[in-house]
């Protein structure tokens, strides 16, 4: 039945061609060490990504820096290829581990739209939002963050309080993830309680990447429905990749660590397992304590 829902999903809202956001030309580029407390009971042991922000004239693309290349590698394979990964020659049905982060995020502040694409499988999803409308109370405080003089600002959005630093000089009104609206770039933010931070790592000139998707063919769906084939697939991911392809034929189960490795077969079953009680019993404190 799972299956069934899932390929009916795609055929009544798979777009062709369809861009997530304007493909343009970066300006600059922004890497930032992402901190999350996930879980309240081991604050010591925050999950970290480095996250890169790609910044256009108009437009932003918010992306795990290393994930990403596993991303563009998967969509350049042939039509006909495995959709994220081969062993020896059979199509591997990869399953993360809770916590990385696998979406991209497109914001375009002029339209004041957010969209979010992700990966189940061999399928591409879009879901678009309106951007959050976060009410910045801005001081005259500043500070120095690399070579930019830097405003700091308050504001709320989902159930935290967050400190941004944004720099004038560079007047694009975009951040990491999903915090914008200032009439600056956000070098830095973090919430009250330091348990999401975005840490300013690095900035450089950049033209040499793009603010569009690296996913070609995405089925534009809403947030309910992608959640429905997202447990569908974490239920069963071989079987899903199976009913995607029109095929019985074997794919290997995989399980990717929050480091990048990747396990197969039975020791891949066990962590997805051990991956599925940790998210029950550890994942206490999600980034979003409310909607808006």
Known sequence: ????????????????????QERETSVVCIIYDAVHVSD????????????LLVVGPNYSKYVNNANRAAVKKATQAPPSGAPMRVAVGMPMAVVSAY????????????????????????????????????????????????????????????????????????SFSTGPWKLSGLPGLILEAEDEKQEVRFL????????????????????????????????AYFQDPVGTMQSQLSTDAPITLAYRDNSGK?????????????????????FNNPMERTRK
């Open 1 to 20: 039945m799972k299956k069934f829902f899932l390929s009916a999903l795609i055929l009544l809202f798979v777009i062709s061609g369809i861009s997530a």
């Open 40 to 51: 309240t009971n081991n604050r010591d042991k925050p999950f970290k990504e480095e996250m």
């Open 99 to 170: 916590g990385i982060t696998s979406t991209e995020l497109f914001q375009d502040p002029a339209r004041k739209k957010l969209s979010v694409t992700a990966t189940l499988g061999k399928h591409d999803y879009l879901m678009e939002y309106d951007l959050p409308k976060i009410k910045w109370q801005v001081s005259t405080d500043t500070r120095q963050i690399d070579a930019y003089t830097c405003q700091r600002a308050t504001g709320v959005y989902a159930g935290r309080t967050y400190t941004a630093w944004f720099a004038p000089g560079l």
């Open 200 to 231: 300013f790592k690095s900035i450089v000139k950049d033209s040499t990447e793009h603010t569009g998707s690296e996913r070609k063919r995405l089925a534009k769906v809403s947030e309910s429905a992608f959640k429905r084939a997202e447990e």
């Open 262 to 282: 990747f396990s197969t077969g039975a020791e891949a079953a066990q962590l997805i397992e051990e991956n599925k009680k940790k998210k029950q019993t550890s």
